[in-house]
């Protein structure tokens, strides 16, 4: 190469993953996307070379990893192949019969626990003996390698086309040493088990260094979770060679311990990890004077992240899937949590979902799904409805995507039969789940859930300007919710006519949240929730939500905390747990430690207690209507589209306080809690007094007294608002 190009931007493209260096620096760490867009084609990536490229002569190595099995996030393509082009002024370079080829024999199979049949990944054996050396340097000769066979130019069979990685390459902690770990270096005599503490549940790649004066020293790695979720999980072996050697296992493992299995005459000269995991950042938060809400919190943010990475999954251990029910409250809960990079892991899910539509027009999760198609009615009404699609567009503002995804939702609503008093048939489906647990009135779930999803679909319909499709699906829920209230209604709660069990909590809390319940129920569904607890954790977010949204702020919190308290309280966890685990022994070790769908409360305490919610979509408008309870302070931050923002609020017998961070190009209502308030002042300066506004102001304006707040709009700017309260 005679001339550096200021840009070299490659297309790679693999089943199932790669390992990328030139001129011996590591550019890309786990590269690929597990397959696919939809259940024939393939991602790709780009990568942008310049940094990395030299005058003269450059080698460019891979190391690719091909699954060969299928799983419940890989549709295996049935041949190992990989893409490699980048062409640029003054660079063509293309996979081609040029390029030297090898398999590099030391990776092999660990023998069993094999990981469960939902995992594609199996786990890595490298046996130091057959590793042919340093052959991704730039002095290493592969002349005597064979030379690679030309499968053909894509799209081509079986990988087809080729889709564009939506989605970050990992962030890379590089390698680093443990929070707690033995003073290296150590001999050890006799066979002994290292076992290394993470700052926190992390997903890494385990690394050591050792020394051995004999071949064939087997040492094994593993985390607390190989049988997470009481099914086997991945670990690592390493087989030694003589001498000094190091080693990385690139097959990516969680928990918040590794453990090393050291034979008799190992020398330990180091140990580390490297930790790798979707690129984003933790730019929200939360914070009050409520210990377990901090803490509760934090648990639900390094759960949620924990869940991310080709995509959303329910755990890290035993699925690594999309379960689309697990990927409504995780998608809710990044909103607050993390930066914007983080829409872009749920944009794709939702590609997803509508892409392996079937022909039918079912919808089916996890995808992409290589042993899986199996319809789950409710989790799929879920996905598409307010809290799935339109939930997305509401916080992002990303109409495209939204108008590209809207005919598959249309697809799947027309397929569920209509009764005539507008309800609809429960469809069996592929599996019909609702939630663990028991107590569940499937008839009346499924309906509230598709009352959620005609409301999603007629937002949806609005922001496209499909003003009769719109109108059609209100018509359908008006009738839906008149024939809830009127053969549904018991007069302290809901249940459907022929359910024989318990009054199902669940349930009441979907009537609430959809608005299908009005104001006046409030009363007896406050007292039904209060006394009915059958819902899992995954469920659990719409009851503390529905208890907040009818103004039973300490109710909810209440709740939370005898609900969750055994995940909270527990220190030996950074993160929640899939069941509950009081009072039922079985489920708990059926269930993994880390389950992002037990994370709702990080959502509800972001965008209820401290108020901050989207009011147009992509966030043109906001609101900030804090429901303090009897917590005397809490502040929230959140990235969006538009910027921070921020709420900040404090609450004593005399005076409620309210500090908001309004960003630039959005206005925001704030909503001040009239209960016992006398007069409202901004920055001490008075802007109202017993229900009138006292002057108004260029940033400010008065938008009166509703549901219980005072409200007024602002622009852009930081605004101190100070509510006296009546004194006895």
């Excluded at 310049?50 to 091909?66: D, E, H, P, R």
């Excluded at 944009?347 to 539509?357: D, F, P, T, V």
């Excluded at 969750?564 to 747990?577: G, R």
Aim: hydrophobic share 35%; with cysteine.
């Amino acid at each position: 190469m005679k001339k550096l190009p200021e840009k070299a931007w490659a297309k790679i493209a693999v089943d199932s993953k790669y390992w990328l260096w030139i001129n011996g620096k590591m550019v890309i760490f786990e590269g690929g996307l597990k397959r696919g867009p939809d259940p024939r084609n393939t991602y790709y990536d780009t990568v942008d070379l310049s940094a990395y490229l030299t005058k003269g002569n450059n080698t460019i190595a891979v190391l690719a990893w091909y699954f060969g099995k299928q799983g419940f996030s890989h549709v295996d393509s049935g041949k190992f192949g990989f893409l490699f082009e980048c062409i640029t002024p003054g660079i063509t370079l293309a996979t081609d019969a040029s390029w030297k080829v090898i398999r590099n024999e030391a990776y092999q199979t660990c023998p069993p626990p094999l990981p469960n049949f939902r995992l594609p990944e199996s786990s890595i054996r490298f046996d130091a003996a057959k590793d042919p050396g340093l052959w991704y340097t730039h002095n290493f000769s592969a002349q005597a390698w064979k030379n690679a066979t030309e499968l053909g130019r894509p799209p081509m069979a079986p990988w087809n086309r080729l889709v564009q990685r939506p989605i970050p390459q990992w962030k890379n902690s590089g390698l680093v040493s443990y929070l707690k770990a033995p003073a290296f270096p150590v001999q050890y005599d006799k066979d002994t088990v290292i076992t290394c503490t993470l700052p926190s549940n992390l997903q890494v790649t385990p690394y050591l260094k050792i020394e051995t004066r004999e071949e064939g020293k087997l040492i094994e790695i593993i985390t607390e979770n190989l049988m997470g979720g009481g099914e086997p999980n991945v670990y690592a072996q390493y087989v030694a060679g003589k001498g000094i050697q190091e080693y990385e296992s690139y097959g990516w493992m969680n928990g918040h311990t590794v453990t090393y299995k050291i034979p008799a005459g190992v020398k330990v000269l180091d140990l580390k990890y490297r930790e790798t995991g979707y690129d984003t950042e933790f730019a929200g938060s939360f914070t009050s004077s409520d210990d377990f809400l901090n803490r509760i919190w934090q648990k639900a943010r390094r759960t949620l992240y924990l869940t991310m990475r080709d995509n959303y999954m329910d755990c890290p251990d035993r699925e690594r899937a999309q379960w689309w029910g697990d990927e409504v409250n995780e998608g809710g809960e990044a909103f607050y949590a993390l930066d914007t990079k983080s829409h872009l892991l749920f944009k794709k899910g939702m590609y997803e979902l509508i892409n392996w539509q079937k022909p039918d027009s079912t919808l089916f999760s996890p995808i992409p799904a290589g042993n899986w198609n199996k319809e789950l009615p409710v989790q799929m009404l879920t996905s598409i409805g307010y809290y799935g699609f339109w939930n997305y567009y509401l916080n992002t503002g990303d109409l495209k995507t939204i108008s590209d995804l809207y005919p598959g939702v249309k697809k799947y609503l027309q397929i569920w039969k209509l009764k005539e008093n507008g309800t609809v048939e429960v469809r069996k489906g592929g599996w019909s789940w609702g939630d663990w647990g028991d107590n569940i009135d499937m008839d009346l779930l499924t309906n509230g859930f598709y009352y959620l999803a005609l409301q999603g679909a007629a937002n949806m319909a609005d922001a496209l300007s499909l003003k009769e499709e719109a109108f059609e699906y209100r018509q359908m829920m008006a009738k839906m919710k008149a024939t809830f209230n009127k053969e549904f209604w018991d007069g302290s709660a809901y249940r459907y006519p022929g359910y024989k069990g318990k009054t199902d909590d669940r349930s009441q809390a979907v009537a609430i949240v959809s608005g299908i319940a009005d104001p006046d129920q409030y009363p007896a569904l406050r007292e039904t929730l209060k006394k009915e607890e059958h819902a899992s954790p995954y469920m659990e977010k719409y009851v503390l939500e529905a208890l907040f949204k009818m103004g039973y702020a300490d109710d909810a919190v209440e709740r939370m905390k005898k609900r969750f308290a055994d995940m909270v309280n527990d220190l030996n966890y950074a993160t929640l747990f899939e069941v509950w685990r009081a009072g039922n022994v079985e489920s708990w070790l059926r269930g993994t430690t880390n389950h992002a769908w037990s994370g709702g409360a990080l959502t509800l305490l972001s965008q209820y207690m401290c108020g901050v919610e989207p009011a147009e979509p992509g966030y043109a408008s906001f609101r900030v209507f804090p429901n303090p309870g009897s917590v005397k302070n809490a502040s929230a931050g959140m990235q969006s589209v538009k910027g921070m923002i921020k709420s900040r609020f404090t609450n004593s017998e005399h005076l409620f306080t309210l500090e908001v961070t309004v960003p630039k190009a959005t206005t925001a209502v704030i909503g001040i809690p009239v209960e016992k308030v006398s007069a409202v002042r901004l920055n001490h300066r008075p802007v109202w007094k017993d229900g009138l506004a006292v002057r108004s102001r260029k940033a400010l304006k008065y938008q009166g007294v509703e549901k219980g707040r005072i409200l007024f709009r602002v622009a852009e700017g930081t605004y101190s608002f100070e509510a006296v309260k009546y004194k006895k």
